[in-house]
Each structure stands twice: as structure tokens, then as C-alpha cells.
């Protein structure tokens, strides 16, 4: 039997009627809880242009099926009209290893699934009243982050900083869309000053939150480091938190 072929109109359709944070949450739980099998993750770089897949596959222990997805970003591609998240993923049957289903996501499912993610972790936790939100970049995740965060907070004031500012002036238009009230910010430390809930979404080498900046009592959903050589955080700022959670300890002692 031929696998079935789902394309993203397909897909999405059938995203309406998943709760997608609550589904990341009880990925959480299954992981935590050892029931979840999350072999290393497979990557490669690329430098003409810059670029970056991964490769990741797992599954629940209980369940019928595993799956292996490929997830790439192609920070050029804006420039020429493309998104920069590419992908795929497929699905195959635990008990013969029959591929049942090809996913051809786009990669969107990667960036939705981030984006649950950061709402789980706001929702537990975040401060108990948000007074700013603040993003650093401008991307495809820095809006993802926003739409799940809708469903966990009332704050609609948000702060945004990003090295491109004609991107964050696209950016603020498309937001206004879903109800934020949004800000350019000058630096990053202008958003530290002003949000008590911060979110990083840049493929950054370099620190661009400082433990200076940041007020007592802030959360930071940190979620651009995913190669070894990525950083977004000050190694300060994470020293000195009160909290540190990480979805896979094991992975983030090696990437970000």
C-alpha cells in the first residue's frame, strides 16, 4: 500500500482540531516521564548560503507510530521570497516499519510545534502579571511565539528588537493583526527594560541579552540556539537565574 501523501492545506485543516499547546504539553510530560524515545539529533551546516538541517525522529512507547522529520533554515531566503523554515516529516508504523504517511509540512509543523512550546512555558513558568512582552527578531518563530502566547496571557504590549529593521516594520503591521499593541525597540536592552516576558528567535553566534539588563523576575523562552555554535543568552544571565528549564537537558548541554 502507497504511503499517504498530505499536503499543507491538508494539514492545516486538520490542525483545527488539535489543541496544539495542550498536545506539546503532554510531549512534555511523555518525555519527562521516560515513555518518549528521542535519539541525538542528525545535522548539517551549510555556508553558501548560510544554513542549517536537522534531522530528528522519535517516538512514545505506547504508541503506534515513529517518526523522522527533516527541518532546515535558510536565513537568505526571505530576500528572495521563500520562508527560511523548509520540511518534511514521515511516518511510519512502530510494529513493521511500513511507511504510512509523508508530511509535506513545509516545515510549518516545526515552527507551530516551537511556538506551543514557548506558550507551555509562559503558561508555567512566566510572571503571574505580564506587563510587556519582548521578542528579539522578527521571523517566522518571533510570530509563532506571539499567536500561542494569545492563548496564555492578556498582555497585548509588545516589544520588538531586530538587527533588520524593515523587518520589524513588517512585523509590527502583521501582529497589529492579531491584537498586540507593538513597539520598535532601539536595542535589546530597551526591551529588557520594558518586558517582563522575553522571547529570543534568532540563529545569533553572539550574546544579545545581557543579565544587566534584565529586570528581577523576568522569564526568558529562549529558542533560537539549536546548533552548538548558536547563542542568545549571555552565559551570566543564565548563570545567574533563579530557574533554569530545558526541554532535553541532555541536548541543550551541546547546542546553544
Known amino acids: 500500500m502507497s504511503p499517504?501523501?498530505?499536503?499543507?492545506?491538508?494539514?492545516?485543516?486538520?490542525?483545527?482540531?488539535?489543541?496544539?499547546?495542550?498536545?506539546?504539553?503532554?510531549g512534555f510530560r511523555a518525555y519527562s516521564a521516560g515513555e518518549a524515545v528521542i535519539p541525538p539529533v542528525g545535522e548539517m551546516q551549510l555556508h553558501n548560503p548560510q544554513g542549517d538541517v536537522h534531522i530528528k525522529y522519535g517516538y512514545l512507547r505506547s504508541g503506534r507510530h515513529y517518526v523522522?522529520?527533516?527541518?532546515?533554515?535558510?536565513?537568505?531566503?526571505?530576500?528572495?521570497?521563500?520562508?527560511?523554515?523548509?520540511?518534511?516529516?514521515?511516518?511510519?508504523?512502530?510494529?513493521?516499519?511500513?511507511?504510512?504517511?509523508?508530511?509535506l509540512d513545509e516545515g510549518r509543523l516545526t515552527d507551530i510545534r516551537t511556538g506551543a512550546a514557548g506558550a507551555v512555558a509562559a503558561r508555567y513558568l512566566g510572571p503571574s502579571v505580564v506587563e510587556g512582552i519582548g521578542v528579539i527578531g522578527a521571523g517566522i518563530q518571533a510570530r509563532r511565539q506571539l499567536?500561542?502566547?494569545?492563548?496564555?496571557?492578556?498582555?497585548?504590549?509588545?516589544?520588538?528588537?531586530?538587527?533588520d529593521v524593515e523587518r520589524v516594520d513588517?512585523?509590527?503591521?502583521?501582529?497589529?493583526?492579531?491584537?498586540?499593541?507593538?513597539?520598535?525597540?532601539?536595542?535589546?536592552?530597551?526591551?529588557?527594560?520594558?518586558?517582563n516576558l522575553i522571547v529570543t528567535t534568532t540563529p545569533s553566534t553572539e550574546p544579545l541579552m545581557r543579565a544587566e539588563w534584565v529586570r528581577p523576575g523576568t522569564h526568558i523562552t529562549a529558542v533560537g540556539s539549536d546548533t552548538a555554535e548558536k547563542q542568545e543568552l549571555a552565559p551570566?544571565?543564565?548563570?545567574?537565574?533563579?530557574i533554569v528549564v530545558a526541554d532535553s537537558i541532555s541536548q541543550c548541554l551541546t547546542r546553544g
Request: with cysteine; proline share 4%; charged share 20%.
Open 4 to 26: 499517504q501523501i498530505l499536503s499543507w492545506p491538508m494539514i492545516e485543516c486538520a490542525l483545527e482540531r488539535v489543541a496544539v499547546i495542550e498536545a506539546m504539553e503532554a
Open 147 to 163: 499567536e500561542s502566547l494569545l492563548e496564555v496571557t492578556d498582555c497585548r504590549r509588545v516589544f520588538v528588537w531586530s538587527r
Open 170 to 195: 513588517a512585523y509590527l503591521d502583521d501582529i497589529s493583526g492579531l491584537g498586540f499593541h507593538g513597539t520598535r525597540a532601539s536595542n535589546p536592552a530597551e526591551v529588557a527594560a520594558k518586558a
Open 236 to 242: 551570566e544571565l543564565v548563570a545567574g537565574a533563579d
Open 68 to 103: 523522522v522529520k527533516i527541518a532546515s533554515g535558510f536565513y537568505d531566503n526571505p530576500a528572495l521570497g521563500l520562508p527560511s523554515s523548509q520540511g518534511l516529516m514521515l511516518l511510519f508504523a512502530q510494529k513493521t516499519g511500513v511507511l504510512e504517511a509523508i508530511l
